[in-house]
């Protein structure tokens, strides 16, 4: 098949914490990220992203670039926000289809980037190489939280369809409850004294994590390549690779590279990629009232429907220890908070300080912190990373006034 392109249209442009310093196609999802979803399911390397001008520069691990041109026809543009089963592999088709809206498309001809760029474009409008139509039976991302509500379901699913095909060791020198199966890939380490719970879902740990004993890991839930579990109950989340896990977490993705490696609850949460949250970071997830949690969003304070929502941490957060977070929370990317006293339900991008006291965090020590904490997982901050975090610092800064 040609090259394939995700798009991030108009809404995903609006999934922040995270819009501000990735494309949407760079999100965690279940298992998997969205574009390496894609890219199975047409078994085509991703060769770029439509996106949002302030993420031209973005550089991350093997994300492709962004395109700034022109793309080639036979080309195939894809939506971000459609969540494409694992395993899934299409057939052959012109365009596909995922409840009813177009999920993706063949180029008939060769399209001038231009007319995406400001995301409001559907695919439907694009010239397509003909009428071959498949149906994708996936996921459509309608708002930011949709990836926390979603989780269980999509948990359920993703785990089913690829752990069968591992090579997997026998879980028998751990407890094991409930009847759904349980994947500890070869290469893993699981310690004695650990429990796993599958009563509710299944359990995966992949290739090169390590969970230690007096752990409790309840399904569904899945543990990334090389990550570290260190004990408490880890329960219903989507733990990326090379993250470091400790105390409560429950109904969580944490998209990787990421530390909470201290005590400290957090529910119904995301945590993007390189946040480090301090011993005793704490989140809400539930309200007194047992009403539905409302959060900040670009268009403003939003109802999300969800009696269980967190906090939403963007890429490069650092909180500091013993931090509380109310229901329903919003960190903007690049912040470092602290203190004894509880942030803004809504904290700006790229802020610094404590309690309501929120000042900016001045961007070269920003960018200092940025590349020490990327050079420990041996992974370096390049020019083009580099520019793209300060102009999505300038860019958030500007949205302020």
Not at 244 to 267: Q, T, Y
């Amino acid at each position: 098949m040609s090259g394939l392109y995700l798009y991030d249209d108009l809404v995903a442009r609006t999934f922040e914490p995270f819009a501000l310093t990735r494309p949407t196609s760079e999100l965690r999802t279940g298992v998997e990220l969205i574009r390496a979803r894609w890219e199975s399911a047409l078994r085509a390397r991703a060769a770029g992203s439509i996106v949002a001008t302030h993420l031209g520069e973005f550089e991350e691990l093997d994300a492709p670039p962004a395109v700034s041109t022109t793309i080639p026809a036979g080309s195939i543009v894809a939506n971000s926000r459609c969540v494409v089963p694992l395993e899934w592999i299409s057939q052959e088709a012109d365009i596909w289809t995922c409840h009813g809206r177009v999920a993706a498309v063949r180029l008939r001809v060769q399209l001038d980037v231009e007319e995406l760029e400001g995301g409001e474009a559907p695919l439907e409008s694009l010239e397509t190489a003909g009428n071959r139509n498949v149906g994708i039976e996936g996921r459509w991302l309608t708002e930011v939280w949709s990836i926390i509500t979603d989780l269980a379901a999509q948990l359920q699913d993703d785990i089913g369809r690829l752990a069968p095909a591992l090579d997997c060791i026998s879980a028998a020198h751990v407890t094991v409850l409930g009847n759904n199966p349980v994947y500890i890939e070869r290469g893993a380490n699981v310690e004695p004294l650990v429990v796993i719970d599958a009563t509710s879902g299944p359990v995966l740990v992949r290739a090169g994590a390590t969970v230690r004993a007096f752990t409790r890991l309840v399904g569904p839930l899945a543990i990334g390549k090389n990550a570290s579990v260190l004990g408490d109950r880890v329960a219903g989340c989507s733990i990326g690779e090379m993250c470091v896990v400790r105390g409560e977490i429950a109904d969580s993705v944490i998209l990787g590279h990421s530390n909470k490696a201290h005590d400290g609850f957090v529910g119904h949460s995301y945590l993007g990629r390189w946040v480090n949250l301090g011993a005793g970071t704490t989140t809400s997830n539930m309200k007194n009232t047992y009403g539905s949690v409302a959060l900040w969003t670009p268009s403003g304070i939003r109802d999300s429907g969800a009696v269980r929502l967190g906090s939403f941490f963007g890429d490069h957060v650092k909180t500091g220890i013993g931090l509380r977070l109310t229901t329903g929370s919003v960190v903007g990317a690049g912040s470092n908070i602290y203190g004894s006293a509880m942030p803004p339900k809504y904290v700006p991008p790229f802020s610094w300080g404590e309690g309501e006291e929120l000042g900016a965090y001045d961007i070269e020590k920003f960018l200092l912190t940025a590349e020490r904490a990327m050079t420990r997982r041996q992974v370096g901050l390049g020019l083009r990373g580099r520019r793209q975090l300060v102009a999505a610092c300038a860019k958030s800064r500007r949205s302020a006034l």
